[in-house]
């Protein structure tokens, strides 16, 4: 059936969509996000890495680097330029197996990232005197580690059966390099997919559920340091006070960010779950394109927002990339 009968999105909505999103404000935005997280991972090996958290934040940035980076190709594969420049490929076919699978690799780990980061301040509010003893640096690499493997072993089952091959395609008359798919190709792919989705979840679901622990506790301890007598002093009281505020601003200002800029990757999952034909090569193939358009966007957003996030809420970030960058 022709997509243009069943797509509520129309080829040239699309192009127009595929030309602001990823073309020009895709673009843009992640190119500013690696210089963020370059910055980011200068300042974080300036101040060492021996400190559990910032093991998890460079983590983090090194996710973030690797979901830009492969946002970008995505932008260049959707760009309406490329597109028509007549390169020898099956756009959706590399789309897929070198960008898209990728990409969704590098969201899943910042994701669990994430994730871990939360969990470990929900510990430091909820068990302030025994968290160094729980979460320790050696610990929290190990962690980060397993994150990137295991989230790196779920695109086994698809990268042993699908691979890239110059093919003749008949219905255009050339010979375009696609996908060949092996043996057993269809159940490796739904397994991978199954896998992705899962563990993209589960994840989210996390980061919601600690950070939301995260701040009750904060605003519990708060009005009981306020209401205590052990804080008489006024100094003691105010500088108790100020501190809550600020972790819980920054916390509540990470979690938004993330929560906001994911939640539309969680309902493609669901969509691409629950609509037959919602697929790359499906007949709803237009707005699969068009709604990953947003999501990508997004995805971007967050993982560009984390420097000025660092620089802004961080006394600590900003006095050492100032440092830093003074001498230059």
């Known amino acids: 059936m022709n997509t243009r009968h069943t797509s509520l999105i129309s080829?040239?909505?699309?192009?127009?969509?595929?030309?602001?999103?990823?073309?020009?404000?895709?673009?843009?935005?992640?190119?500013?996000?690696?210089?963020?997280?370059?910055?980011?991972?200068?300042?974080?090996?300036?101040?060492?890495?021996?400190?559990?958290?910032?093991i998890s934040l460079v983590a983090l940035?090194?996710?973030?680097?690797?979901?830009?980076?492969?946002?970008?190709?995505?932008?260049?594969?959707?760009?309406?330029?490329?597109?028509?420049?007549?390169?020898?490929?099956?756009?959706?076919?590399?789309?897929?197996?070198?960008?898209?699978?990728?990409?969704?690799?590098?969201?899943?780990?910042?994701?669990?990232?994430?994730?871990?980061?939360?969990?470990?301040?929900?510990?430091?509010v909820v068990i302030p005197l025994k968290v160094k003893f729980v979460v320790s640096p050696k610990l929290t690499l190990r962690v980060m580690l397993v994150i990137y493997v295991v989230m790196m072993l779920t695109l086994l089952p698809t990268y042993a059966t699908v691979y890239m091959t110059w093919n003749w395609y008949p219905d255009v008359n050339r010979t375009l390099l696609g996908l060949t798919l092996a043996g057993g190709s269809d159940v490796t792919i739904f397994v991978t997919y199954a896998l992705s989705a899962s563990t993209q979840i589960t994840?989210?679901?996390?980061?919601?559920?600690?950070?939301?622990?995260?701040?009750t506790n904060i605003r519990r301890n708060s009005k009981w340091r306020l209401s205590s007598v052990v804080f008489s002093l006024d100094s003691a009281n105010e500088h108790s006070k100020k501190r809550d505020s600020k972790t819980l601003k920054m916390v509540t200002m990470m979690a938004a960010i993330y929560i906001v800029c994911f939640s539309p990757m969680m309902m493609m999952y669901i969509?691409?779950?629950?609509?037959?034909?919602?697929?790359?090569?499906?007949?709803?193939?237009?707005?699969?394109?068009?709604?990953?358009?947003?999501?990508?966007?997004?995805?971007?957003?967050?993982?560009?927002?984390?420097?000025?996030?660092?620089?802004?809420?961080?006394?600590?970030?900003?006095?050492?990339?100032?440092?830093?960058?003074?001498?230059?």
């Open 271 to 328: 969509a691409i779950s629950s609509v037959s034909g919602f697929s790359a090569n499906g007949p709803y193939q237009n707005d699969y394109f068009a709604a990953w358009s947003f999501a990508d966007l997004l995805d971007s957003l967050n993982s560009s927002a984390s420097f000025f996030v660092y620089y802004v809420m961080s006394t600590k970030y900003r006095k050492t990339f100032k440092e830093f960058f003074r001498r230059r």
């Open 203 to 215: 994840s989210f679901l996390i980061v919601v559920i600690f950070t939301l622990i995260l701040i």
């Open 11 to 54: 080829g040239d909505v699309l192009q127009l969509l595929n030309f602001i999103n990823q073309a020009t404000l895709g673009t843009c935005l992640a190119c500013i996000g690696v210089i963020g997280n370059l910055i980011n991972l200068i300042v974080f090996f300036k101040q060492g890495v021996s400190e559990s958290i910032n």
């Open 61 to 124: 940035t090194v996710s973030d680097l690797g979901s830009l980076l492969t946002v970008q190709w995505i932008n260049l594969l959707c760009n309406p330029a490329f597109t028509s420049s007549g390169v020898p490929i099956v756009r959706t076919d590399i789309f897929f197996l070198t960008a898209g699978t990728p990409h969704g690799l590098f969201a899943r780990v910042t994701s669990w990232v994430t994730a871990y980061i939360t969990i470990e301040r929900c510990l430091c």
